[in-house]
């Protein structure tokens, strides 16, 4: 799947947090042109602090061949402090001490990459903090 | 509207069929249940599959099983809905049938697996590609965030959960198309290896290769063609978040309840009246979570509930009396037509062995994605 454009029109979710927060109070990290919830589609741009609580993750042992070169890893569910929902991986961690409500913060990581000449994709990865 | 029944149906087994490609399998399952059905000419019909192009690199599906299936010239579609693509393509011919445009059609569905190496990949795209697919979770993660939350919440056991895919196999022994009609112990399942954890190999549904297809006529018309046809007494669909971690309790299939709900309004039942239910026990947590979301136990209660022996024969409902995806197999597009399949030979006095006794009506629920997307259909005995 190299596809320059497809990773760089997600830059600025990726790379810095970029959210929507819509007058409902609903928090969207990918882009909406709606609330899913309340139909508003009011909102302001922000930037998440990054920091926030896991409510419920997962340790992948049997990866696709994109990942498997990682595995064991922890992925998670977080809930970020202004209220944002998203999936991320744990790292830097002891797979033990991850757990459910333990506090995380966002980093910015390489996630892949393909192949020798290929494109490097960064993002978020969460650490235990 | 139009009541709607089934006339005949027809499957390949399940399995890893390398002798077999997509054509052939559909194929094989449509002409069968032509065949089943008596008719040589149908007016249309629809084709369910997840995934055809990076399975098998074959899209087009309209044309070539038209071709291949002895059709060319009648009006086919290929209809997606992630694993629920089986289960979309029984409700798109559903109300062709039930509209009055047309009077006999085909739904069938099909997935050809094991011609690919990288599977988790394929499967990944029934979820949020950008925002969890990219991120490192597989399919089976998805589900293991389910049941962690799940287990903490209500206090259900990994040897609970290990009751699901143990009663779904000592089903699947009397099911000839099983993919794997063996009993699993509870070592099996605990020694199993870890997938993402808490869920093991034996807690996930299988890779499998197969082909399903249903005929679907007026009831009107039925005894023209079959002394036992099956009447789809009602249809639910319903949509939710593509994305996991966008349910608001993660502990819930809310699209679960919503389809359910509708079908049950639409066929003026309760969950009482159900005596089978043919369920996507994709993974172990989902049959559970499923038989609350469709009103059959309490929330927080469908875990021990099966573990006691009410998920199966002499209990308050049989749940998978086919094996389920677990033991019959999972190919992903088939699998919502084979539990329509599974409810046909229920209710006509069919089922062999396996025969849920003084069944009226049966129930299918097929799922796409984690909680994506839900198709529900109630089956009645005529």
Not at chain 2, 81 to 100: H, K, L, T
Request: charged fraction near 20%.
């Amino acid at each position: 799947m190299a596809d320059s454009a497809r990773y760089h029109r997600e830059r600025f979710h990726r790379y810095a947090l970029e959210a929507q927060k819509f007058d409902s109070g609903f928090i969207s990290l990918p882009n909406r042109y709606i609330d899913p919830h309340s139909g508003s589609r009011t909102y302001e741009k922000i930037n998440l602090k990054g920091t926030g609580t896991i409510l419920s993750y997962t340790i992948i042992y049997i990866a696709s061949d994109q990942f498997a070169h990682t595995t064991p890893y922890p992925v998670a569910i977080i809930e970020t402090d202004e209220g944002a929902r998203i999936t991320a991986m744990v790292t830097d961690c002891d797979i033990n001490d991850v757990k459910i409500g333990a506090r995380v913060e966002l980093v910015f990581r390489k996630i892949l990459e393909e192949g020798e000449s290929g494109i490097i994709n960064y993002g978020y990865k969460a650490v235990l903090i | 509207m139009r009541d709607v029944a089934i006339i005949g149906v027809g499957m390949t087994k399940f399995g890893e069929l390398w002798e077999q490609g997509i054509r052939d399998m559909f194929a094989e399952a449509a002409i069968k249940a032509m065949d089943d059905a008596g008719v040589k000419k149908i007016d249309s019909f629809y084709v369910g599959a997840m995934s055809s192009g990076l399975y098998t690199y074959q899209e087009h599906l309209s044309s070539l099983m038209a071709d291949y299936m002895g059709q060319i010239g009648v009006p086919g579609l290929h209809v997606e809905s992630a694993c629920a693509s089986g289960g979309s393509a029984v409700r798109s011919a559903f109300i062709e049938v039930a509209s009055g445009i047309s009077d006999i059609v085909l739904a069938g569905g099909v997935e050809k697996m094991w011609d690919v190496e990288d599977g988790t990949i394929v499967l990944a795209t029934a979820a949020d590609q950008e925002y969890e697919a990219y991120n490192g979770v597989t399919f089976p993660g998805l589900y293991a965030m389910i049941a962690r939350v799940y287990m903490e919440k209500y206090g259900l056991t990994r040897e609970e959960l290990a009751q699901v895919p143990i009663k779904n196999h000592k089903h699947s022994v009397n099911n000839p198309n099983a993919q794997y009609p063996f009993e699993l112990s509870l070592n099996d399942v605990l020694k199993s290896s870890m997938v993402a954890d808490p869920l093991r190999l034996m807690d996930c549904s299988p890779i499998t290769d197969g082909a399903a297809a249903v005929i679907l006529c007026p009831l009107d018309r039925a005894k023209e063609f079959t002394d036992k046809p099956v009447r789809i007494r009602a249809i639910g669909a319903a949509t939710g978040p593509i994305a996991l971690h966008d349910h608001k309790d993660l502990t819930r299939l809310d699209v679960v309840k919503l389809a359910g709900d509708r079908a049950y309004k639409m066929a003026g039942l309760s969950p009482s009246d159900i005596s089978f239910v043919e369920v996507h026990d994709c993974f172990s947590i989902a049959e559970i979570i499923v038989a609350e979301e469709l009103g059959f136990f309490e929330y927080g209660t469908a875990g021990k509930a099966i573990a006691e022996g009410q998920g199966t024969y002499g209990g308050k409902i049989v749940i998978n009396p086919s094996g389920g995806l677990k033991a019959k197999g999972h190919p992903v597009g088939a699998t919502g037509v084979a539990q329509v399949i599974e409810a046909y030979y229920q209710l006509s006095g069919k089922a062999g062995a396996r025969q849920v006794p003084n069944a009226k009506f049966g129930m299918t629920q097929n799922m796409g994605g984690s909680g994506g997307s839900c198709i529900v259909h109630i089956l009645e005995a005529l």
